[in-house]
């Protein structure tokens, strides 16, 4: 089973400065003061497709992260490792647009996907959702959009985007057991019989729906968080500008540096 959650937003600000917006959005505390929770982001790749003009990129964040407190409850600490802070990686890949007007990028979790995967999908665009044609992201460089936008689109003063979370657990799964046993020792042959015997006693179904439900239910205040750092982030640029935000990050990166 697989839970989705879909929402729409309009940012008033121009396509460009958007997308800028995404990829500086965790850069530092001080530009967005919702993002203390990013520990540090390393780009793994990023090239201009040359015979496409687009941006592709791929990212790393490590992020400070909690499990949710009811499945931290719902399921034993050999599977969740107790509550409290831990990190986790995300995969963020993105493809830019810039003359066509569109940005997709996709977020998913690396850690405790034996308990639950998140996948974040989002299409920015300078169309609005009722206006633009549903297509599937495509790493490869999103061919798909391509053939609905066939000119280059005038600058518009807002920029619309859609966010998909699609929500799947798989605990109990015979994936999830076979890393279980082949995890333990011979001498604690008791641990993963114990959970299975658990698994057993809730039902698989319902565990999986249980935890779906739960992550589903904490998506709209992280999307209210995520909104007001981008429109954070989006102000400081249309005040102060493009240059001297860049430059003000840049100098004080530097001083961090020098201080260490």
């Known amino acids: ?7 729409n937003h309009t940012y008033s600000h121009p396509f460009p400065t958007v997308t800028l917006a995404f990829f500086l959005r965790y850069y530092s505390p001080q530009l ?5 929770h990013v520990l540090s982001t390393d780009t793994i790749s990023s090239h201009v497709d040359p015979g496409t003009g687009r941006l592709h990129t791929t990212r790393v964040h490590m992020k400070k992260t909690r499990l949710p407190s009811a499945v931290v409850k719902l399921l034993p600490s050999s599977v969740t490792g107790g509550g409290g802070d831990k990190s986790s990686y995300v995969l963020e890949t993105s493809v830019v647009d810039i003359k066509e007007g569109w940005m997709k990028t996709e977020s998913r979790n ?7 995967s998140v996948v974040e999908q989002q299409h920015y665009s300078t169309t609005s959702p009722e206006q633009t044609m549903s297509t599937p992201f495509s790493s490869s460089g999103a061919e798909a959009s391509s053939r609905t936008h066939s000119t280059s689109p ?7 985007v859609t966010t998909t979370f699609s929500y799947r657990s798989t605990l109990g799964g015979r994936k999830h ?3 279980a046993l082949e995890s333990t020792d011979g001498g604690e042959e008791h641990g993963p ?3 299975g015997d658990w698994i057993s006693g809730w039902g698989v179904k319902r565990i999986q729906g249980s935890i779906e439900s739960i992550a589903s239910n904490k998506t709209d205040d992280q999307m209210i968080k995520s909104r007001d750092g981008m429109r954070i982030v989006l102000e400081r640029l249309r005040s102060n500008g493009i240059v001297a935000v860049l430059r003000e990050l840049r100098r004080r990166e530097g001083k961090a540096l020098f201080d260490q």
């Open 1 to 7: 089973m697989v839970l989705t959650h879909t929402t």
């Open 32 to 36: 967005n003061p919702f993002s203390s």
């Open 110 to 116: 690396l850690n405790y996907t034996g308990v639950l």
């Open 154 to 160: 005038t600058l518009s003063p807002n920029t619309s």
């Open 177 to 179: 057991e076979k890393a």
């Open 193 to 195: 019989r114990r959970l």
